[in-house]
């Protein structure tokens, strides 16, 4: 057999040996082992085009808040929503081929069992963050995608939520969904528009220390500060660790990863107690801000604080806008947020809480069954998505005072200023920014909504992770037989204990997660389990 797709699998081989999983943040390893799976995921990306008759798909080149030599490839639905689990499964087996031959009758083979004519158009949009191995993991996609005869748009280096803002405006063009112009320029004008509007005139307190990872968030950060209102009007913005000549140093001391794990401020940052900080991941889709109080204590404010501000001020400005009736929020979070953030939602904002498996798919899914879905992990990922009908119930209408009116401008500007496509740091921190100035508040004044559980978040390495199989939303372990019945009972031991233990989608462990009503008790807690999963 032969032809282009066999040559240009055969230019890239597969390492003997290993094998590859489409896992919840696409395909992620050492940068070294990717060739053969990106020009295979060229393939892939063009089937799916395909099969959707020419839809524009994304392809994103990052490994996130991963170490500098890792990298990765994710794949994009034409809305900017993650892939379709069936495809997930196709990338797999995609990537597994080893021979040239066995991958050209797989691609042949899924075009048969699609009816996918080969002869449609395949559109594809490429993006890569500021990884060294980056350039040469975008020729081995190109391979692919020429060998499938795709029409190829690369956008360079775009932060991965600008890449999923790209695919939606493609694919939306010139209807009513319209989304926006497909152009980075496009992305700065939306979401600085939004934010002067949904500012109303207020101006955020003080200034904000922004930590880049000396990722790709950097040189974009500073590109959409171009386009923000002057810091006299509106915000000062303190860009750090922005540093890409250096990819060697991306995530490295810095970013939302290493503060959340570490809890803890970039050893870089020079700010003061009460300055606000945030830190953004390697690829700019994930958001944490923290802050050092009077006593100069660390203080975090996470995913789970970013729900709860958000959803509190949303619900607010839908009430006064004489809203509430007919629009419902909601909010969804995994197994991670903090019972304390769960238990204020529920309990303080009377909102309803969904509790989903780990990973931002499965958020996003269920906060699609709400009116307004506010999703995010706690360890900062994630956004807030208005259904087809709330939008046009807030399209249609009629204010009835002038404070009505008020409220209703605030959430059209909202629904621009929010990355609907997919969690975007940029995005959710420019909401967060308004938030903070519409109420008032300084870091401080949000940290008092709610005292967390102290919590303690462990990584076990086991033989086997996969004989670990959770129910009840990750929440509890079906299997090792008897091994959910021990933990339950040292949970019982300590005041206010939760602890779960699940295998990670993303690293080879298993994950014990243990909260409590003291420090002593949740650290006790995560060991106790953490010794029972060994
Ligand atoms: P795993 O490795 O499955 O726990 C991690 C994060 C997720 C999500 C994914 C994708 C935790 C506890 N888990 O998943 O929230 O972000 O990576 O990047 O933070
Ligand atoms: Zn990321």
């Not at 899924?110 to 975008?138: C, F, H, K, N, W």
């Not at 950060?221 to 890409?244: S, Y």
């Not at 729900?307 to 806008?321: E, H, K, M, N, Y």
């Given at each position: 057999?032969?032809?282009?797709?066999?040559e240009?699998?055969?230019k890239?081989?597969?390492p003997?040996?290993?094998?590859?999983?489409?896992?919840?943040?696409?395909?992620?390893t050492?940068?070294?082992?990717l060739?053969?799976?990106?020009?295979?995921?060229?393939?892939?990306a063009?089937?799916?085009s395909?099969?959707?008759?020419?839809?524009?798909?994304?392809?994103?080149?990052t490994?996130?808040?991963?170490?500098?030599?890792?990298?990765?490839?994710?794949?994009v639905?034409?809305?900017g929503?993650?892939l379709q689990?069936?495809?997930?499964?196709i990338?797999?087996?995609?990537?597994?081929?080893?021979?040239?031959?066995?991958?050209?009758?797989?691609?042949?083979?899924?075009?048969?069992q699609?009816?996918?004519?080969?002869?449609?158009?395949?559109?594809?949009?490429?993006?890569?963050?500021?990884?060294?191995?980056?350039?040469?993991?975008?020729g081995?996609?190109?391979?692919?995608?020429?060998a499938?005869?795709?029409e190829?748009?690369?956008?360079?280096?775009l932060t991965?939520p600008q890449?999923?803002?790209?695919?939606?405006?493609?694919?939306t063009?010139?209807?009513?969904?319209?989304?926006?112009?497909?152009?980075?320029?496009?992305?700065?004008?939306?979401?600085?528009?939004?934010?002067?509007?949904?500012?109303?005139?207020?101006?955020?307190?003080?200034?904000?220390?922004?930590?880049?990872?000396?990722?790709v968030?950097g040189?974009?950060?500073?590109?959409?500060?171009?386009?923000?209102?002057?810091?006299?009007?509106?915000?000062e913005?303190?860009?750090?660790?922005?540093?890409?000549?250096?990819?060697e140093?991306?995530?490295v001391?810095?970013?939302?990863?290493y503060?959340?794990?570490?809890?803890?401020?970039?050893?870089?940052?020079?700010?003061?107690?009460?300055?606000?900080?945030?830190s953004?991941?390697?690829?700019?889709?994930?958001?944490?801000?923290?802050?050092?109080?009077?006593?100069?204590?660390?203080?975090?404010?996470?995913?789970?604080?970013?729900?709860?501000?958000?959803?509190s001020?949303?619900?607010?400005?839908?009430?006064?806008?004489?809203l509430?009736?007919?629009?419902k929020?909601?909010?969804?979070?995994?197994?991670?947020?903090?019972?304390?953030?769960?238990?204020?939602?529920?309990?303080?904002?009377?909102?309803?809480v969904?509790?989903?498996?780990?990973?931002?798919?499965?958020l996003?899914h269920?906060?699609?069954?709400l009116?307004?879905?506010?999703?995010f992990?706690?360890?900062?990922?994630?956004?807030?998505?208005?259904s087809?009908?709330?939008?046009?119930?807030i399209?249609?209408y009629?204010?009835?005072?002038?404070?009505?009116k008020?409220?209703?401008?605030?959430?059209h500007?909202?629904?621009?200023?929010?990355?609907?496509?997919?969690?975007?740091?940029?995005?959710?921190?420019?909401l967060?920014?308004?938030?903070?100035?519409?109420?008032?508040?300084?870091?401080?004044?949000?940290?008092?909504?709610?005292?967390d559980?102290?919590?303690r978040?462990?990584?076990?390495?086991v033989?086997?992770?996969?004989?670990?199989?959770?129910?009840?939303a990750?929440?509890?372990?079906?299997?090792?037989?008897?091994l959910?019945a021990?933990?339950?009972?040292?949970?019982?031991?300590?005041?206010?204990g939760r602890?779960?233990?699940?295998?990670?989608?993303?690293?080879?462990?298993v994950?014990?997660?243990?909260?409590?009503?003291?420090?002593?008790?949740?650290?006790?807690?995560?060991?106790?389990?953490?010794?029972?999963?060994k």
């Amino acid at each position: 057999m032969s032809g282009p797709i066999v040559e240009a699998v055969q230019k890239h081989p597969a390492p003997e040996g290993l094998i590859y999983t489409y896992g919840t943040a696409g395909f992620r390893t050492k940068a070294d082992v990717l060739d053969s799976v990106l020009t295979r995921v060229g393939l892939v990306a063009a089937l799916r085009s395909r099969s959707l008759k020419g839809k524009w798909i994304g392809v994103m080149i990052t490994a996130s808040h991963n170490p500098p030599e890792d990298n990765g490839v994710k794949l994009v639905e034409p809305l900017g929503n993650m892939l379709q689990e069936e495809w997930e499964v196709i990338s797999t087996d995609m990537a597994n081929k080893v021979s040239a031959e066995h991958v050209s009758k797989f691609y042949h083979d899924i075009a048969a069992q699609y009816r996918i004519d080969l002869e449609t158009p395949a559109r594809v949009v490429v993006a890569r963050d500021t990884r060294a191995s980056g350039a040469r993991l975008l020729g081995c996609v190109m391979d692919g995608l020429k060998a499938a005869g795709a029409e190829v748009k690369d956008y360079g280096f775009l932060t991965t939520p600008q890449l999923h803002y790209m695919v939606r405006c493609l694919n939306t063009e010139d209807t009513k969904d319209a989304y926006g112009t497909p152009t980075e320029n496009g992305y700065y004008e939306k979401f600085s528009h939004a934010f002067k509007v949904a500012l109303k005139g207020k101006k955020p307190s003080g200034s904000l220390t922004v930590d880049c990872a000396n990722g790709v968030g950097g040189p974009k950060l500073t590109e959409l500060i171009k386009h923000l209102p002057p810091k006299e009007e509106a915000l000062e913005i303190f860009v750090i660790n922005d540093n890409v000549i250096k990819p060697e140093s991306l995530n490295v001391e810095c970013g939302a990863d290493y503060v959340k794990t570490n809890q803890r401020a970039p050893p870089s940052s020079k700010a003061g107690a009460g300055d606000r900080c945030c830190s953004l991941d390697g690829d700019a889709d994930r958001v944490v801000y923290y802050f050092k109080d009077m006593n100069n204590v660390f203080r975090l404010l996470d995913g789970d604080r970013i729900a709860t501000l958000v959803a509190s001020f949303l619900g607010d400005q839908i009430r006064q806008a004489g809203l509430a009736d007919s629009i419902k929020i909601g909010v969804v979070q995994t197994a991670y947020a903090n019972g304390a953030a769960t238990q204020y939602v529920e309990q303080h904002l009377k909102l309803k809480v969904d509790c989903t498996p780990t990973g931002v798919k499965h958020l996003h899914h269920a906060a699609e069954k709400l009116d307004v879905g506010v999703y995010f992990e706690a360890n900062g990922h994630g956004t807030v998505i208005f259904s087809d009908d709330t939008l046009e119930t807030i399209a249609k209408y009629e204010p009835k005072s002038p404070g009505q009116k008020e409220a209703l401008d605030v959430v059209h500007a909202c629904i621009d200023l929010i990355n609907q496509s997919v969690g975007d740091a940029l995005s959710d921190m420019l909401l967060v920014e308004v938030v903070l100035a519409h109420k008032n508040w300084g870091p401080q004044e949000w940290l008092s909504t709610y005292t967390d559980l102290p919590n303690r978040l462990l990584k076990v390495i086991v033989n086997d992770r996969k004989i670990f199989k959770t129910t009840d939303a990750e929440r509890r372990l079906v299997s090792p037989e008897g091994l959910q019945a021990q933990i339950d009972k040292e949970v019982q031991k300590v005041r206010q204990g939760r602890s779960f233990a699940r295998a990670s989608g993303t690293e080879d462990a298993v994950r014990v997660y243990a909260e409590a009503a003291t420090k002593a008790e949740a650290e006790d807690l995560a060991r106790k389990v953490a010794e029972l999963v060994k």
